[in-house]
Structure formats: structure tokens, C-alpha cells
């Protein structure tokens, strides 16, 4: 009963205290901006001191009126230990590789203390997502699982810091509200065809058992197509093996959006897919969207820009289309 009291106490605190909104990294919690209240734990004891203090009183004991006053003063001074927990610490940057929607960004807060101090058992939370960090040498770095839904820039919310220790009677908190969003790419389509023929003609080959010019024979490997293997050579040699065909591929991938027909949200999904295979395939590729044109080019800062500009496509003339990723 007591602990969801104080759950609450603590909630509406939330509401009134700093900060209010988002603000610029990198933060420093002062006094001002730590807040303290007993655990469930720590209002138990305080009611076992007071029922010692009344009893010593009572029956004028005064060994039992010590140890009341000393656990008292314990009691205390773990209030100030927990406070002095988060005081000074600094909140430096808190940063996330782009996630496709969909699936769960790894977020990571970088935290900053004066080194001559070691603070233990720092927990950090961020809606369900709860993780714990020590700075011994007076840095450290936490790992946040922030959940993704749609595209575009999320705003990560506001990120709670507390501490228990040192005795768990006390737990003091404070707050860091980052400003800036972290991306979160299109969800790629799962049904997507394969990547559009480039336009020219062929300038390279890549090795694939679907080609159209045997190119060498090679040890079988498991998975490979049973059409694939070379009877009359694996004959000769006593061991299976496989023909590797040379199959060209064109200059260029264009990845337009003018030329798809699906609706406003599946067809940046069909785009962000083969983006990816492009990638994963080694193409160059160029991505066409209205009024932009990104490439040719390949590689991971290539990708990264082609997927950006298509999360930060608007909403499409239907409505906001961003539910779907």
C-alpha cells in the first residue's frame, strides 16, 4: 500500500518537474534537478524508528533511544548519499542507428561525472524499456530499447536516472529530455519482385548458379541446386562438383518513383527494399524521387541517404499514410 502511495506521489512529481519540455544536449543535473522520496522499504523503517523512539521513550530506555537515534542518523544520511548519486552527472548525447519501422532502435545515452567519485547501480528508464549503468572512471554509456512504429523522426521521449543506493532507503531521480529525434527508416516490403533491370549496357558480371555462361566449376556446397552439378567432371574427380555461371548485369539500377503504380505508402516500402537488395547485391543504383534525384552510387552513405529522404517523404494525398510504416 505504501509503495503504490509513493509509485504515485512520485508520478505526479514527474509532472512538475524539470525539465518541462525538450532541451539541447549535453545537461547537468544539479541540486535543483534531483528529486528525493523513501522507497517502500525506506517508509517501513521509518515507521520501526518511530515505534523504537516511542518505546525507548516510554520505558526510558536509553540504549534503545541510542540505536534509534543512530539508525535515524543513518537513515539520514542515506538521503544525501542517493542525492549525491545523480549530482553532477551529466547527461552528454544520446544518439541511435536508424531502425526500419517496425522493429525495436537500440538507443545509447552517453553519461559524464567528475572521476574522482564511483557511482554504482544507476538505472535508467524510458517508458518500458529499463537498463543500469556504473561510472567508475566517470564515464559510461547505457543502451536503451526504444520501439518503433512509423517512419520519419521520433522524438525519444523523456529518460528517468534514479539510484537506490546506498542503503535502498531513499531513491532519488531526475530527468533528461533530449531534443533531437533519431530516424527511423520505411518499413521494407517483405513481398517486393526483384530489383528493376539496369538501363546500358552490361559493364560487369557477378557470380550466380542462374546465369548464362558457365564460368567455372567449383566443390559443391550444401544448398546448391541440383541442376547446378557437373555429373560428367564430379565423375572424373571422385568429389560433386557445381558450375558457376557469369551473369551481366547493367550499368546502373534506377529505382523511380514515377514508374511504380502502387499506392503512396507501399510503393517508399517497395523503394526502401530494394534499396537494401541493391546494396546487398553491390549495384549502383540511383533512387528518383519527385523533385529529387539521389546517385548513382553505392555503399553504406549512399543507402543511408536514400533511405532518409524516403522516411522524410510526406504524407501521402490520402491521409496520413505513416501507420503503415
Given amino acids: 500500500m505504501a509503495g503504490g502511495r509513493l509509485s504515485g506521489l512520485r508520478a505526479r512529481l514527474g509532472a512538475l518537474a524539470r525539465p518541462r519540455g525538450p532541451e539541447a544536449l549535453p545537461v547537468t543535473f544539479d ?90 547501480g544507476l538505472r535508467l528508464r524510458l517508458g518500458d524499456s529499463r537498463t543500469s549503468v556504473s561510472l567508475a572512471d566517470g564515464a559510461g554509456e547505457a543502451r536503451l530499447v526504444l520501439p518503433t512504429r512509423t517512419r520519419g523522426w521520433l522524438q525519444p521521449g523523456r529518460i528517468t536516472l534514479s539510484s537506490t543506493r546506498p542503503l535502498g532507503l531513499a531513491r532519488a531521480w531526475a530527468y533528461a529530455w533530449p531534443a533531437d529525434p533519431v530516424l527511423v527508416y520505411p518499413r521494407p516490403d517483405a513481398d517486393a519482385p526483384p530489383l528493376p533491370l539496369g538501363p546500358g549496357a552490361a559493364t560487369r558480371s557477378r557470380m550466380h548458379p542462374a546465369g548464362d555462361d558457365v564460368h567455372q566449376l567449383r566443390a559443391y556446397r550444401r544448398g546448391d541446386p541440383p541442376r547446378a552439378i557437373a555429373w560428367k567432371p564430379s565423375a572424373r574427380q571422385g568429389a560433386l562438383m557445381v558450375r558457376e555461371y557469369e551473369q551481366p548485369q547493367g550499368a546502373d539500377v534506377v529505382l523511380d518513383w514515377a514508374a511504380l503504380t502502387l499506392p503512396w505508402e507501399p510503393r517508399i516500402q517497395r523503394l526502401a527494399r530494394w534499396v537494401d537488395e541493391a546494396e546487398r547485391e553491390g549495384r549502383r543504383y540511383r533512387l528518383v524521387l519527385p523533385g529529387e534525384s539521389i546517385g548513382p552510387a553505392s555503399g553504406p552513405a549512399h543507402r543511408h541517404a536514400c533511405l532518409r529522404a524516403l522516411a522524410l517523404m510526406p504524407a501521402g494525398a490520402g491521409g496520413d499514410g505513416r501507420d503503415a510504416g
Fill in 31 to 120: 541540486r535543483r534537478r534531483v528529486y528525493v522520496l523513501p522507497t517502500a522499504f525506506g517508509a517501513f523503517f521509518a515507521g520501526l524508528l518511530l515505534v523504537m523512539l516511542l518505546g525507548a521513550l516510554n520505558y526510558n530506555n536509553n540504549p534503545a533511544l541510542l540505536l534509534a537515534l543512530l539508525l535515524a542518523g543513518a537513515g539520514n544520511t542515506s538521503l544525501f548519499a542517493a542525492h549525491l548519486q545523480l549530482s553532477g552527472l551529466r547527461v552528454v548525447a544520446v544518439e541511435a542507428e536508424p531502425a526500419a519501422a517496425g522493429t525495436p532502435m537500440t538507443l545509447r545515452v552517453h553519461l559524464r561525472a567528475d572521476p574522482g567519485r564511483t557511482r554504482r
